[in-house]
């Protein structure tokens, strides 16, 4: 995967209220968000929406910055609108079919 050369990071972007339930609901600290948006896989999603997802590659490729927080960041992904908003995060074992690595 490439890697896009300017990364949000948390504090630039804007949380909806969908996704901070999410947020909750799913236990996904804002560590994990921050990490998973600096070191994270980066795809289309669709509707203009990138998604940036910390799998197995992205895992292994940034072992060392992860040491303390990779285990809650392995496989989750987070959407980000084009308006710089995150929509959602989420828990995922690979990437989604109709997301196109960018």
């Known amino acids: 995967m490439s890697t896009i050369s300017i990364r949000p990071s948390l504090s630039e972007l804007k949380l909806t209220n969908h996704a901070c339930a999410r947020q909750q609901q799913r236990g996904i600290l804002a560590g994990v968000m921050e990490a998973v948006l600096t070191f994270g896989d980066v795809y289309r999603a669709g509707d203009g929406c990138i998604a ?51």
């Open 52 to 102: 940036y997802f910390l799998g197995d590659q992205a895992t292994r490729r940034n072992g060392a910055q992860l040491r303390r927080i990779g285990d809650r960041a392995h496989n989750v992904a987070v959407v980000v609108s084009s308006d710089g908003a995150i929509v959602t995060v989420q828990h995922v074992a690979r990437p989604k079919r109709r997301w196109h690595a960018l």
